[in-house]
């Protein structure tokens, strides 16, 4: 009985921790070529109309926003950069929380959060937990040229493309760097 | 010299102030956000020999990042009594955007097609309010750290009906403009939330050409403009000709006056 009970406190544990634990739990997002409080506060309610945002604090000076993400619903990295497009801007930077739970970084720098793929390109063979920042750093999330020099030092296959065939489907991967 | 003058005091103020592409007399080559709505009313006229306006009421509407529309409506008593002359249709391509941290070049394409009814007399064509024609144009736009330049071409038809044609006047045919323009964030040099307001400051050099016999004038445009809770623009400028013989010609020294409100994020 005490057994069962414990067991039964381990898994409502487990279950509880699973659910509330978000992924990615806030955001730096710099855009580039805002030149006015006009286009940052379009910035700003392009951004709102995404339901997994739940604040954003504007530094309007550095053409910085500070996204704290809702705890319970899943963060799409690629619907912030098409908010911004939107607005008529463009990511400068991208320097996101991502919450890993020991998770494992294969001997490629990739790993598995929350159904998303990434890959480090600056580290790998290692386990990750607790709040780690890291830099998204795929196409249209830094500068064009910042980019190009990315691509010509790392060499990664799957960088160019933002995607690769994992468990042998096509799928989108992010690249970070810590 | 005064207008030498006028460019340092820009050159100069360039280096320690954000740039603006909020201009008064031209279009830049950024859109408007997508699934945002603007309305704007704009007042333009002159003083001699005696007052006349124009009201353009205009709405914009940006679909997509790339694409935005313009609707304007003209009414003015240029010809005795207020009445409406026409109305306007302006579209707005945005193909090529270049972002870098520091800078940006930005390219569009735009065409507008518009209708009125006033009486011509000038080879001069001006399809927001006078002329009946068609427009097609590019922009470009750059902006290099706290710089930013416009540059904007076009080639004006007119489709006039010769009933509407003064005797022994000229007639309107084609025309091709340009425009070279520059905008400066005054106020605030610092900033702390949306509500504080901005002052900008802008100067444009706006001309027109008859390609048939080169006729030409050119006008220099300086403006101020206020953007309160970062949604309502409030813009006034003057635009005098420096140069030209181009007779009869439109929108010769005239103020323009203009309020716009924004809707950012509204369509679905």
């Given at each position: 009985?005490?057994?069962?009970?414990?067991?039964?406190?381990?898994?409502?544990?487990?279950?509880?921790?699973?659910v509330s634990a978000q992924q990615i739990s806030s955001a730096e997002l710099q855009v580039t070529g805002l030149t006015c409080s006009m286009c940052s506060q379009a910035t700003e309610k392009s951004l709102r109309t995404l339901d997994f945002i739940e604040t954003i604090t504007p530094d309007l000076n550095?053409?910085?926003?500070?996204?704290?993400?809702?705890?319970?619903?899943?963060?799409?990295?690629?619907?912030?950069?098409?908010?911004?497009?939107?607005?008529?801007?463009?990511?400068?930077?991208?320097?996101?929380?991502?919450?890993?739970?020991?998770?494992?970084?294969?001997?490629?720098?990739?790993?598995?959060?929350?159904?998303?793929?990434?890959?480090?390109?600056?580290?790998?063979?290692?386990?990750?937990?607790?709040?780690?920042?890291?830099?998204?750093?795929?196409?249209?999330?830094?500068?064009?040229?910042?980019?190009?020099?990315?691509?010509?030092?790392?060499?990664?296959?799957?960088?160019?493309?933002?995607?690769?065939?994992?468990?042998?489907?096509?799928?989108?991967?992010?690249?970070?760097?810590? | 010299?005064?207008?030498?003058?006028?460019?340092?005091?820009?050159?100069?103020?360039?280096?320690?102030?954000?740039?603006?592409?909020?201009?008064?007399?031209?279009?830049?080559?950024?859109?408007?956000?997508?699934?945002?709505?603007?309305?704007?009313?704009?007042?333009?006229?002159?003083?001699?020999?005696?007052?006349?306006?124009?009201?353009?009421?205009?709405?914009?509407?940006?679909?997509?990042?790339?694409?935005?529309?313009?609707?304007?409506?003209?009414?003015?008593?240029?010809?005795?009594?207020?009445?409406?002359?026409?109305?306007?249709?302006?579209?707005?391509?945005?193909?090529?955007?270049?972002?870098?941290?520091?800078s940006h070049f930005r390219a569009a394409a735009f065409a507008r097609l518009s209708s009125s009814n006033r009486p011509t007399y000038t080879e001069d064509i001006n399809l927001e309010g006078d002329n009946s024609g068609a427009q097609a144009g590019l922009v470009f736009t750059q902006l290099l750290h706290?710089?930013?330049?416009?540059?904007?071409?076009?080639?004006?038809?007119?489709?006039?009906?010769?009933?509407?044609?003064?005797?022994?006047?000229?007639?309107?045919?084609?025309?091709?403009?340009?425009?070279?323009?520059?905008?400066?964030?005054?106020?605030?040099?610092?900033?702390?939330?949306?509500?504080?307001?901005?002052?900008?400051?802008?100067f444009e050099v706006l001309g027109k050409t008859n390609p048939e016999n080169g006729r030409s004038y050119m006008d220099l445009a300086p403006a101020v403009q206020v953007i309160i809770n970062s949604r309502t623009r409030i813009d006034l400028g003057y635009r005098f000709e420096v140069a030209g013989n181009?007779?009869?010609?439109?929108?010769?020294?005239?103020?323009?006056?203009?309020?716009?409100?924004?809707?950012?994020?509204?369509?679905?």
């Open positions: 009985m005490k057994t069962i009970h414990s067991l039964i406190l381990f898994f409502s544990l487990f279950a509880a921790g699973s550095r053409n910085i926003f500070v996204i704290e993400f809702k705890k319970d619903k899943g963060v799409n990295i690629d619907q912030i950069r098409n908010k911004v497009e939107d607005a008529g801007f463009s990511v400068g930077n991208l320097a996101a929380v991502f919450n890993f739970n020991n998770a494992k970084i294969d001997e490629n720098g990739q790993t598995i959060l929350g159904g998303t793929v990434y890959k480090f390109l600056n580290t790998k063979s290692r386990v990750l937990n607790g709040p780690v920042k890291a830099n998204v750093v795929d196409r249209d999330f830094i500068a064009g040229s910042v980019f190009k020099k990315t691509a010509a030092q790392y060499k990664t296959e799957t960088y160019a493309a933002g995607k690769g065939t994992v468990n042998g489907k096509s799928t989108r991967i992010y690249h970070l760097t810590i | 010299m005064k207008f030498f003058k006028v460019l340092t005091v820009l050159a100069l103020m360039a280096g320690t102030v954000k740039s603006q592409e909020l201009y008064v007399f031209s279009e830049p080559a950024s859109n408007m956000p997508s699934k945002s709505i603007g309305v704007r009313l704009t007042s333009e006229g002159f003083f001699q020999p005696q007052f006349a306006n124009r009201f353009i009421p205009e709405l914009m509407v940006g679909f997509n990042k790339n694409l935005m529309v313009h609707v304007q409506g003209f009414a003015s008593d240029m010809d005795g009594r207020y009445r409406v002359e026409g109305g306007s249709l302006y579209a707005k391509y945005r193909f090529l955007s270049m972002d870098e941290a520091q706290k710089l930013a330049l416009s540059g904007t071409l076009s080639y004006t038809k007119s489709f006039e009906n010769t009933g509407k044609q003064q005797h022994h006047m000229p007639a309107p045919d084609q025309i091709l403009g340009y425009s070279l323009s520059s905008g400066y964030l005054l106020l605030p040099f610092v900033y702390k939330n949306y509500n504080q307001p901005n002052f900008n400051l802008y181009l007779p009869g010609r439109y929108n010769k020294n005239m103020y323009l006056a203009r309020v716009e409100f924004n809707f950012f994020s509204v369509l679905k």
